[in-house]
């Protein structure tokens, strides 16, 4: 199973924080997006919420950039692995 990460959304209307939580969530950003439109007009923390998000969100580039390093680090762990295994038949 492959590791979620919460990230900023491509398909954004300001930031993507509402994307990239629809995308975490496996719902329609619509959805979430009245959710905080709805909790900024009645509670007013949406607001600073959303503000705070997109600051700490990362972005889609740098969570994909850090899975493709994840990945080759993993692939280079094998070689060695491997190397080791073939010098120890000899």
């Not at 900023?8 to 009245?34: H, W």
């Not at 900024?40 to 969570?63: C, E, N, R, S, W």
Request: hydrophobic share 45%; with cysteine.
């Amino acid at each position: 199973m492959a590791e979620k990460k919460l990230a900023k959304s491509k398909d954004k209307k300001i930031f993507g924080v509402c994307g990239g939580v629809a995308e975490y969530f496996n719902i329609d950003p619509t959805v979430i997006r009245l959710i905080w439109a709805l909790a900024i007009l009645v509670y007013g923390t949406g607001f600073l919420l959303y503000i705070i998000m997109a600051i700490i969100m990362p972005d889609p580039q740098k969570v994909e950039e850090e899975k493709s390093q994840a990945k080759e680090d993993v692939e280079e762990i094998i070689v060695e692995v491997d190397d080791v295994a073939e010098e120890d038949k000899n």
